[in-house]
């Protein structure tokens, strides 16, 4: 009850907060926090939100809008000219950075498209998700989208690059085999020690304990990798997606 409390508390600040009146186009992500979010949109009333257009990150996210009324769109509408004015999404968790690991509801590859589409970025999640370092109390593993058949070989990659018993997120018991994205590809969870700030100094790290930036950095690069669920940016550095680093997170 008091995480729902705090989801929804932080939802409808972080909407009251970024959500300006003028604004015409806004990204929605996925989960179980940023229902509130659309709860919180939904609330302005029709008047509010009538020259507004919503854009979703999966198909959570594309009931979401659609049962509120919302006006939908999907990105691939949206000009590459054009930004949205913010999104508006979860996370698994959030560093002092506000670096994210997400993709615990496996949507990361639309959410991060949707994330670098938008002016600003908004994390909204409860309590439970700040932490000093990522990997601290989202154990499960980094969430990494990648294409089934070469699945082995990023598993040994990943072995290789330190992570402890990376393994494919399996389906619901009544799924026999994968969990399957609305891309129709898979997620392996890759456990790696803490990550280090990429702010933090040059201090001799322990053996397979990384800085956000440079996994990121060796993560996007394993051939069969579709997208990773590390959402950082520092100092304009950018990963082959360009993550995007939130404005503000909503706790
Ligand atoms: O998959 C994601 O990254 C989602 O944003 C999700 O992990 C957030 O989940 P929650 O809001 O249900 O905690």
Redesign the pocket.
Known sequence: KLIETS?RLAAFQAVQDYLLPTYTHIGI???????YVVEAIAALGAEATKGMTFYP?GAQSEELIEAAGLHLQYINKLPPSKQLDVAF????EVDAELN?????????WQ?KIVATAAKQFVC???F??LSTRLGTSWTKGI?IEVLPMAAPRVLGELKDLGSINPAVRPGLPSKAGAMVTDNGLWIIDAPFKPLRLAGDGDAKAEEGEWKVDELADRLIKIPGVAEI?LFYGRNGLQVKSGAQKPVAAYF
């Open positions: 989801k992500g996925s989960g179980s926090t940023v229902v990150t999404d979860g996370a698994d994210l690991i997400k993709g615990g509801g496996a949507c990361l959410e909204v999640a409860d439970r998700k969430p669920g």
